[in-house]
């Protein structure tokens, strides 16, 4: 017999496993998850910081310009609704906010040369709101002059 004549048997080969499916990509892993929180509470936490130091600016913006409109208040109506006399005095506002006037002579002797009965007083008013010291507040002070009476002059 010849070698080409003999027929071989086929070799059965063992058959293989299928290949193993991709690890499963269709969710988050627990770190990840941990750490996305971590970085938008970070975040919110600065945003909320930005937006709270904003609106404590915006009161305190407010309170001093309730305080300059009460100072202002208070110097025109000295002069005009109590007369131009050296002392002090003080008030409350309904809304809390409190006022202190002090008037005092102006000592400038090259103001008048001559003229007498006409005197110069410095008035300078504070204004304070709730939550602060008695010496903090807005500050405003001005010169009026006045007669012997101290009724203010006309303007």
Known sequence: MSRSSV???PTVRAASRPPAPPPASGGFTLIEVL???VITSL???IV?????????????ADERATAAL?????????????PLVAGF???????????RRWIEPYAAESLFADD?????YRIVVVVGWPGTEADEGVVLSTLRIAGDSGEEFPR
């Not at 909320?48 to 305190?60: D, R, T, V």
């Open 43 to 45: 975040v919110l936490s």
């Open 116 to 120: 007498a009965g006409v005197f110069a």
């Open 89 to 99: 005095a003080e008030g409350v506002f309904a809304n809390g906010y409190r006022w």
């Open 48 to 60: 909320l910081a930005i937006f709270s130091g904003g609106l404590g600016a915006a009161k305190s």
């Open 35 to 37: 750490a996305a929180l």
């Open 7 to 9: 027929r071989r048997r």
């Open 70 to 82: 009460i100072a202002t208040s208070v110097l025109a109506a000295t002069g005009r609704e109590q």
